[in-house]
């Protein structure tokens, strides 16, 4: 197998982890009763440790390194906090008022937001591109809502809100930690925000007060979402930046919400129609080319 090949292969299986990670997701929290914010503390705590655990057998000098340097401290909390914890949060809060492969297609107009926030901080205009790519998106968006229905929307509000908030965040989530990941790599940056974010989050979601069913198919969800949808998704990923171009990453990348489709109709019998699967493929189509330009 040539090492293009098992790039290709290693995207592709990180990317389906995580539409896995948010249909078991939406099990917890349809099937299981799950409130978002606990899902959100249990599975930061978790992954988290496990992260650490995974660093400190490997680098375990970079792991230290990160906190010791005192700059860095608060990076590290606000990246946990806003760049993870609320993140994920609005996240499973999408899921909870739509499914999980409308969460994710409305989060993934997050590329359109870095671009607005790059036009923002450099006073420019956006380019012919970009505007192109961004009523791309909103028409993508209009179509995913509404379905071709004007009298009634195929998305609560709250689902669109939830969602749109969770593509901010994500973007925060994106580029405040760049400067340290270039310094120390992206897994000790990730352990360290993953667990800070759980921490500060537990007094205001009191997981100790959780309200959910617990058995073990609550478990098993538990798993998939912590194990599969983080770790492995992330070590999965990682691996595969060691073979193909950032391009090459972003468009296998996008089988994530395809993938989410599909096991959606598995699991969930939940059917899309035409008009709102075209609205998917307009917001994956302005992502893509926004992102290769």
């Not at 906190?67 to 993140?87: A, D, P, Q, Y």
Request: proline share 3%; aromatic share 14%.
């Amino acid at each position: 197998m040539s090492n293009h090949i098992r790039g290709l292969i290693l995207c592709a299986a990180g990317s389906l982890c995580w539409s896995i990670s948010g249909i078991a997701g939406q099990f917890l929290l349809e099937d299981k009763s799950f409130i978002p914010s606990q899902l959100t503390t249990v599975r930061m705590i978790g992954a988290g440790l496990l992260l650490l655990a995974w660093e400190w057998f490997s680098e375990r000098g970079l792991l230290r390194s990160v906190v010791r340097e005192r700059s860095n401290r608060w990076k590290l909390f606000w990246f946990g906090v806003i760049g993870l914890m609320i993140t994920q949060y609005t996240y499973f809060e999408a899921i909870h008022y739509s499914n999980a492969p409308t969460a994710t297609i409305i989060s993934y107009l997050l590329p359109l937001i870095v671009v607005g926030w790059d036009c923002l901080t450099s006073r420019r205009w956006p380019y012919r591109n970009e505007v192109f790519c961004t009523v791309l998106a909103f028409t993508g968006t209009f179509l995913l809502v509404t379905e071709g229905r004007l009298d009634q929307l195929a998305v609560s509000p709250l689902a669109l809100l939830w969602g749109i908030s969770s593509a901010f965040t994500a973007a925060f989530y994106n580029l405040q930690p760049r400067g340290m990941i270039k310094k120390y790599t992206a897994p000790p940056v990730l352990a360290w925000g993953m667990l800070i974010g759980g921490l500060v989050s537990m007094p205001f979601t009191q997981v100790w007060n959780f309200a959910g069913v617990i058995d073990w198919g609550s478990l098993a969800g538990y798993l998939v979402v912590t194990v599969v949808g983080t770790v492995l998704s992330f070590a999965l990923y990682l691996n595969s930046s060691k073979y193909l171009s950032a391009m090459e990453m972003t468009i296998i990348a996008s089988i994530e919400p395809l993938a989410s489709v599909v096991l959606e109709m598995i699991c969930f019998g939940q059917m899309f129609n035409l008009i709102g699967l075209s609205g998917f493929l307009f917001i994956l189509v302005a992502v893509l080319a926004v992102s290769r330009h």
